[in-house]
Every structure is written in structure tokens, then in C-alpha cells.
């Protein structure tokens, strides 16, 4: 495959084996024996500073997968809040507020069982006590409609269109860090 010389000014050493392995026909295959939870230790502007390298590692080298989170957390964010608002409108001038009410509702629980079914698959292989498992889960039962706009924003915020070496105003590069490339 060639891995010393294609991960050669990368950002992503995962991404890469998948795209050559894909290039050449091989299947890759997930084994959950090798999830590692790490622990999150960042402050709130960190959180975010992470989340958009992450996703712009993804929309560099698997474009096609940032398009869908971001057609996803687009139409999750316009679910929630349209039916807030046509709520909102519908309760105000006497009209069948409950119709978008169960919409958002019923979309709502759809998020939850999706969360519920994610953890389920996880669990096994990832050490969490039970507290942990209940801090999780409930902070996603209640930040799901918040995560999918922040998500969006994130998203958003790392589409810049070009990756590589940041200059200063001066055209000095940026000290020690040499950007990225696309192989």
C-alpha cells in the first residue's frame, strides 16, 4: 500500500489506510476490541476547537461523508426548530398545534433510541461503570436537539476550503507547523 510515503504530510494515518486500502480493493474491517475510550479533559472552546479539526480531517479526505453529516445535522436542526416554531404559530392563532408538536416529538424519540442503540453496540467493549453509563446517556436524552445545531456550526466552521501551511502577515510560515497536504 505504500504507507510510509502516503501518510507523508497527512492529518489523518486512519483515513489514509482506508482510502489506499479502498483504492486497492481491500476490505476493511472494524474490530471493537480496539475501541479505547479516552477521557475528555478540554475546556469548552477546546470541545470545539476538536470537533472542527475532526470534521475537517473528514471533509479533506471523505468528502462525501461531511456532506451527509452535514445534510443530517442540517435537516435534524431544521426538524427541531421548525417544529418549535410551527408549534409556536399553531398554539398562538388557535390552530393543530399538536401535528407539528408529535413531529418533533416522535423525531425526538427516534434520536433517543438511535443513542440507546449506539451505546448498546458499545458497551461491551469499552470499560464504563454504571454512573458513567447513566451520565452519558442522559446528557445525550437531553442535549440531542442542542448537539445536532452545534454540530451544524461545527460543521460549518471547519469548511474552509483549503487546508495547508497558514502564513503570517509578513509571509513567515507559522513556526513549526508545516499545514497539511493532500497526497
Given at each position: 500500500?505504500?504507507?510510509?510515503?502516503a501518510?507523508?504530510?497527512t492529518?489523518?494515518d486512519d483515513?489514509?489506510?482506508?482510502?489506499?486500502?479502498?483504492?486497492a480493493?481491500?476490505?476493511?474491517?472494524?474490530?471493537?476490541r480496539?475501541?479505547?475510550?479516552?477521557p475528555?479533559d478540554?475546556?469548552?472552546?477546546?470541545?470545539?476547537?476538536?470537533l472542527?479539526?475532526?470534521?475537517?480531517?473528514?471533509?479533506v479526505?471523505?468528502?462525501?461523508w461531511w456532506?451527509l453529516?452535514t445534510?443530517?445535522?442540517?435537516?435534524?436542526t431544521?426538524i427541531?426548530?421548525?417544529?418549535?416554531?410551527?408549534?409556536?404559530v399553531?398554539?398562538?392563532?388557535g390552530?393543530?398545534?399538536?401535528?407539528?408538536a408529535?413531529?418533533?416529538l416522535?423525531?425526538y424519540?427516534?434520536?433517543?433510541?438511535?443513542?440507546?442503540?449506539?451505546?448498546?453496540?458499545v458497551?461491551?467493549?469499552?470499560?464504563?461503570?454504571?454512573?458513567?453509563?447513566?451520565?452519558?446517556t442522559g446528557f445525550?436524552t437531553?442535549?440531542?436537539?442542542l448537539a445536532?445545531?452545534?454540530?451544524?456550526?461545527?460543521l460549518?466552521?471547519?469548511?474552509?476550503?483549503a487546508?495547508?501551511?497558514?502564513?503570517?502577515?509578513?509571509?513567515?510560515?507559522?513556526?513549526?507547523?508545516?499545514?497539511?497536504?493532500?497526497?
Open positions: 500500500l505504500g504507507l510510509p510515503d501518510w507523508r504530510g492529518l489523518s483515513l489514509t489506510i482506508s482510502r489506499l486500502a479502498r483504492a480493493r481491500m476490505k476493511v474491517i472494524y474490530e471493537p480496539c475501541l479505547v475510550p479516552s475528555v478540554m475546556t469548552l472552546p477546546g470541545v470545539f476547537e476538536f472542527r479539526r475532526q470534521y475537517r480531517i473528514v471533509r479526505y471523505t468528502p462525501a456532506w453529516a445534510g443530517a445535522s442540517g435537516m435534524t431544521l427541531y426548530s421548525a417544529s418549535l416554531v410551527l408549534t409556536a399553531a398554539a398562538s392563532s390552530g393543530p398545534w399538536p401535528i407539528p408529535a413531529t418533533g416522535v423525531y424519540a427516534a434520536s433517543l433510541l438511535k443513542s440507546r442503540l449506539r451505546w448498546a453496540g458497551r461491551p467493549f469499552v470499560r464504563v461503570t454504571d454512573r458513567e453509563y447513566r451520565l452519558s445525550e437531553l442535549a440531542s436537539p445536532a445545531a452545534v454540530t451544524l456550526a461545527v460549518f466552521s471547519g469548511a474552509r476550503p487546508l495547508g501551511p497558514r502564513r503570517h502577515s509578513d509571509g513567515r510560515g507559522a513556526g513549526g507547523c508545516a499545514g497539511a497536504r493532500r497526497p
